[in-house]
């Protein structure tokens, strides 16, 4: 069993749509939580970052971590086509750590 | 947010000959960089660890004679491959941590 699974998607929404991306795990030792946006070609930028299980608010975007379940989720709000991108989840024991588990990424497009 | 640059962003070579990949902090001190490689329409594989000072730590499967890393200074670490074959092109990206991972836009290696 891998350590993070991820839809792969891909995911096509209409502009302005709520999108949903999420990720489950398997291991219960990991405390952080984070979400980077990768644009085609490009390296992946940092969206959000949780600690522990909780919500966290950033604009458009809220991430939420279910620790009982070993799911966590990205919610994306009126969805814009700069968004289309391939998101991964990660997480980790530490922020800093190598020991950084990425899921294989969903791949979204939101549709003008 | 931390910046981080990568030099070349894309490079084609010639198999057998050996390229270097430059991954520079711009605006803060990084005591740790990381390696990854990324395959189309996968995920994020950690290569090595590197610590200024020190021998990089390298994943299980990595050879560390055929991929070259030097954490010279604390804002620049070095990737060189050496006698590519073009089952190394791939898509090469860079990270550095502070109190978080911030990636570099990583560097797109043809072997011909």
């Known amino acids: 069993q891998k350590e993070v699974e991820q839809d792969p998607g891909p995911l096509s929404v209409p502009e302005g749509a709520i999108v949903s991306l999420n990720c489950t795990y398997s291991?219960?030792?990991?405390?952080?939580f984070m979400w980077y946006r990768q644009y085609s070609r490009k390296g992946p930028e940092l969206l959000m970052y949780?600690?522990?299980?909780g919500n966290k608010e950033d604009g458009r975007f809220t991430a939420q971590v279910d620790k009982s379940s070993k799911y966590i989720s990205l919610f994306i709000r009126d969805s814009q086509p700069s968004d289309s991108a391939t998101y991964l989840c990660a997480m980790s024991w530490t922020p800093t750590g190598n020991q950084f588990y990425f899921g294989t990424g969903t791949s979204l497009t939101v549709i003008p | 947010g931390a910046v981080v640059s990568q030099h070349p962003s894309r490079v084609i070579c010639k198999s057998g000959t050996s390229v270097k990949i430059e991954c520079r902090s711009l605006d803060f001190q990084a005591t740790t960089m990381f390696w990854y490689r990324q395959f189309p329409k996968q995920s994020l594989m950690l290569m090595a660890t590197?610590?200024?000072?020190?021998?990089?730590?390298?994943e299980q499967g990595v050879e560390k004679d055929k991929f070259l890393i030097n954490h010279a200074s604390l804002t620049l670490s070095t990737l060189t491959v050496t006698s590519a074959h073009p089952e190394d092109s791939s898509f090469y990206i860079c990270s550095a941590s502070d109190n978080q991972q911030y990636f570099g836009p990583g560097t797109r290696l043809t072997v011909t």
């Open positions: 949780t600690y522990s299980s």
């Open positions: 291991n219960s030792a990991f405390q952080y």
């Open positions: 590197s610590n200024e000072g020190s021998k990089a730590t390298y």
